[in-house]
């Protein structure tokens, strides 16, 4: 697996439950306002990247596959779960390439117990599964 050299733009997602709805906030951008000139199209108007809804699809997943984890082990979890996805677009050479990184917060349950969970669902969710191997992905609990 090759690791990104320059980052080109990063999608940003962060998920959380209301009873059975996940609630996914994306922060709408325009290549416009890349970092990078390839990325730079004049009046484009603001809209979801890929990354973002990437990002977005795979968090609420992640988020279902948390619930599942824990209805499995009988664990309540906290009203304030979240789960934030950054997913970056980068080359390395001429190549493209994508990584994530997902953060896990699980306020109030222990953190065995939470860890337990972020890896099991990691194993759970098909987003997880079809990423595994395939590009960088660093899940962390905060």
């Not at 697996?1 to 080109?8: C, W």
């Not at 390439?97 to 099991?120: C, E, I, K, M, N």
Request: hydrophobic share 45%; net charge negative; glycine share 6%.
């Amino acid at each position: 697996m090759s690791k990104i050299e320059t980052v080109l733009l990063t999608g940003k997602t962060h998920t959380t439950a209301s009873g059975h709805n996940s609630r996914v906030n994306l922060e709408l951008s325009s290549p416009s306002k890349g970092s990078h000139p390839e990325y730079r199209f004049a009046d484009v108007e603001a809209h979801p990247t890929a990354e973002q809804l990437f990002a977005g699809a795979w968090s609420a997943c992640f988020l279902g596959a948390i619930e599942l984890a824990a209805a499995e082990r009988k664990v309540k979890l906290p009203a304030d779960l979240a789960v934030d996805i950054e997913v970056d677009l980068g080359k390395t050479g001429s190549a493209y390439f994508l990584q994530a990184r997902l953060d896990v917060s699980l306020p109030g349950v222990a953190r065995d117990a939470a860890l337990d969970l972020v890896h099991a669902a990691h194993e759970i969710c098909p987003y997880s599964k079809a990423t595994r191997g395939n590009i960088d992905v660093a899940v962390n609990l905060i």
